[in-house]
């Protein structure tokens, strides 16, 4: 498979069948091709000699401020020129491949297919292997099913019903969407009689037509041979899940492969809503869920704003002081622990974080324990974890330095002094180099 403007070149030449002629056509292309790939290499290779040379005399002679502001719109329109060719690229390889291909049936006509797997069984094991082809089959998947009288009927009552609204549109014209609704309301007594609209003879004929036509085809369908679209195993499947559907629970997620989750009725039902809630919201990264045990447990990962001023954290051993200042501290971990009976019962909600302090801890959950008294019987989490963000957002400007000495979770691990320092400071370093990371881009 060779460029476009190698294969033009050599369309022309006689005796393309001969097998000597195509074997040397082959080689004389080979080398076009490697000598265009070097020419290429060369002169990219020269330009950016020319690129390194130009920006060390440009750093050299310009000024730092005005140096910074150059290079940073200089990544900027990098990053777009490197996203355009990647476009360009994507778009060229898929035409190359769909060139290559060879012209046959296309894979979802083979009746032998087998479709991947598209669904995911979570807290059950009486899912079987027919149960499971069913569900690969995927949600946009319609089961046929025989035609009958009643088919018919149905598809008769669809074209009447679409006539009357056809009918009805014309002969009104472009109205208020709620006027009809709004007329009937305001009289005392509604009519008695069905109005029907007025027969248009250039839509009835038409509309006869399409009735005819739909008719016939059904008809034709319905003397047929019944063939289901199902095979033996996704039968036998189908029946099952109908005969379990008290004991399971499918959703269909919006993803490009759809994931079923087929779960037991263990969690109820309002509080795996809320979760999915929370999941969306935050991003599954950042939300972590455990129904392992009897209750439902987890964590959520609240990330904070970067801090306008510098933050000072420090530790004392003995008269001796240890600090480091940070500008983006760490998430905070919002654990939570949800009962049978929730939200009518409270949930166990607390905070799990390596830099903050004793006194902020007992702050937050007095905050905490006021938000699930004020909405007992709703759900808190959310609401819970915007109070957490909310209360460090706004006393890490206030405070300007945060006492690690004897915290949480310096008590929960047995860590103290520089240690405790030491795995604060690691930690703040290692999520900004997380966010730089995520927000910054390198110019090639």
């Given at each position: 498979m060779f460029p476009n403007f190698i294969e033009k070149r050599f369309s022309s030449l006689p005796y393309q069948r001969n097998q000597g002629v195509q074997c040397g056509i082959a080689k004389l292309k080979?080398?076009?091709?490697?000598?265009?790939?070097?020419?290429?290499?060369?002169?990219?290779?020269?330009?950016?000699?020319?690129?390194?040379?130009?920006?060390?005399?440009?750093?050299?002679?310009?000024?730092?401020?005005?140096?910074?502001?150059?290079?940073?719109?200089?990544?900027i329109i990098c990053k777009r020129l490197r996203y355009q060719e990647k476009c360009r690229l994507e778009k060229k390889l898929k035409k190359l491949r769909e060139r290559s291909q060879?012209?046959?049936?296309?894979?979802?006509?083979?009746?032998?297919?087998?479709?991947?797997?598209?669904?995911?069984?979570?807290?059950?094991?009486?899912?079987?292997?027919?149960?499971?082809?069913?569900?690969?089959?995927?949600?946009?998947?319609?089961?046929?099913?025989?035609?009958?009288?009643?088919?018919?009927?149905?598809?008769?009552?669809?074209?009447?019903?679409?006539?009357?609204?056809?009918?009805?549109?014309?002969?009104?014209?472009?109205?208020?969407?709620?006027?009809?609704s709004t007329l009937l309301c305001s009289m005392p007594f509604p009519s008695r009689a069905i109005r029907l609209p007025d027969s248009i003879p250039s839509v009835d004929s038409k509309i006869a037509t399409l009735e005819l036509a739909v008719q016939r085809i059904y008809q034709n369908e319905a003397a047929q041979k019944y063939r289901s679209n199902l095979t033996l195993s996704e039968r036998r499947g189908f029946k099952k899940l109908i005969s379990m559907k008290d004991k399971l629970r499918l959703s269909a997620l919006k993803s490009p492969d759809f994931v079923y989750e087929c779960m037991t009725n263990s969690f109820p039902l309002w509080q795996e809503e809320e979760?999915?809630?929370?999941?969306?919201?935050?991003?599954?990264?950042?939300?972590?869920?455990?129904?392992?045990?009897?209750?439902?447990?987890?964590?959520?990962?609240?990330?904070?704003?970067?801090?306008s001023t510098a933050i000072l954290l420090y530790v004392t051993n003995g008269e001796e002081r240890k600090s480091f200042n940070t500008k983006q501290l760490p998430p905070v971990q919002l654990i939570f622990q949800l009962p049978k009976e929730y939200p009518d019962a409270q949930p166990e909600l607390r905070v799990d974080c390596v830099w903050i302090s004793k006194d902020w801890t007992e702050k937050i959950q007095k905050e905490l324990s006021r938000v699930v008294t004020e909405n007992s019987g709703?759900?808190?989490?959310?609401?819970?974890?915007?109070?957490?963000?909310?209360?460090?957002?706004?006393?890490?400007?206030?405070?300007?330095?945060?006492?690690?000495?004897?915290?949480?979770?310096?008590?929960?691990?047995?860590?103290?002094?520089?240690?405790?320092?030491?795995?604060?400071?690691?930690?703040?370093?290692?999520?900004?180099?997380?966010?730089?990371?995520e927000r910054c881009h390198d110019c090639e």
């Amino acid at each position: 498979m060779f460029p476009n403007f190698i294969e033009k070149r050599f369309s022309s030449l006689p005796y393309q069948r001969n097998q000597g002629v195509q074997c040397g056509i082959a080689k004389l292309k080979t080398a076009l091709l490697e000598a265009a790939i070097a020419d290429r290499r060369r002169r990219r290779r020269q330009c950016i000699l020319t690129i390194v040379h130009t920006k060390l005399l440009l750093q050299s002679q310009l000024d730092p401020t005005a140096w910074r502001n150059m290079s940073s719109h200089n990544q900027i329109i990098c990053k777009r020129l490197r996203y355009q060719e990647k476009c360009r690229l994507e778009k060229k390889l898929k035409k190359l491949r769909e060139r290559s291909q060879p012209q046959g049936r296309p894979t979802f006509m083979r009746m032998n297919a087998i479709p991947p797997k598209r669904h995911t069984v979570i807290g059950t094991n009486e899912i079987d292997n027919d149960m499971a082809a069913v569900l690969n089959l995927g949600p946009s998947f319609a089961i046929s099913r025989k035609v009958t009288n009643a088919t018919i009927d149905e598809a008769l009552c669809g074209i009447h019903h679409f006539a009357h609204r056809l009918r009805s549109r014309i002969q009104r014209g472009p109205t208020v969407l709620d006027r009809e609704s709004t007329l009937l309301c305001s009289m005392p007594f509604p009519s008695r009689a069905i109005r029907l609209p007025d027969s248009i003879p250039s839509v009835d004929s038409k509309i006869a037509t399409l009735e005819l036509a739909v008719q016939r085809i059904y008809q034709n369908e319905a003397a047929q041979k019944y063939r289901s679209n199902l095979t033996l195993s996704e039968r036998r499947g189908f029946k099952k899940l109908i005969s379990m559907k008290d004991k399971l629970r499918l959703s269909a997620l919006k993803s490009p492969d759809f994931v079923y989750e087929c779960m037991t009725n263990s969690f109820p039902l309002w509080q795996e809503e809320e979760l999915e809630a929370v999941v969306s919201f935050f991003g599954e990264q950042y939300v972590a869920v455990d129904r392992s045990g009897d209750l439902l447990r987890g964590r959520i990962s609240i990330e904070l704003e970067e801090s306008s001023t510098a933050i000072l954290l420090y530790v004392t051993n003995g008269e001796e002081r240890k600090s480091f200042n940070t500008k983006q501290l760490p998430p905070v971990q919002l654990i939570f622990q949800l009962p049978k009976e929730y939200p009518d019962a409270q949930p166990e909600l607390r905070v799990d974080c390596v830099w903050i302090s004793k006194d902020w801890t007992e702050k937050i959950q007095k905050e905490l324990s006021r938000v699930v008294t004020e909405n007992s019987g709703f759900p808190v989490l959310f609401i819970a974890s915007q109070e957490v963000k909310d209360f460090v957002q706004n006393h890490q400007q206030e405070a300007g330095e945060i006492c690690l000495d004897d915290n949480p979770y310096s008590c929960a691990h047995d860590i103290r002094g520089s240690a405790l320092l030491d795995l604060s400071l690691r930690t703040c370093r290692e999520y900004d180099e997380k966010v730089f990371a995520e927000r910054c881009h390198d110019c090639e």
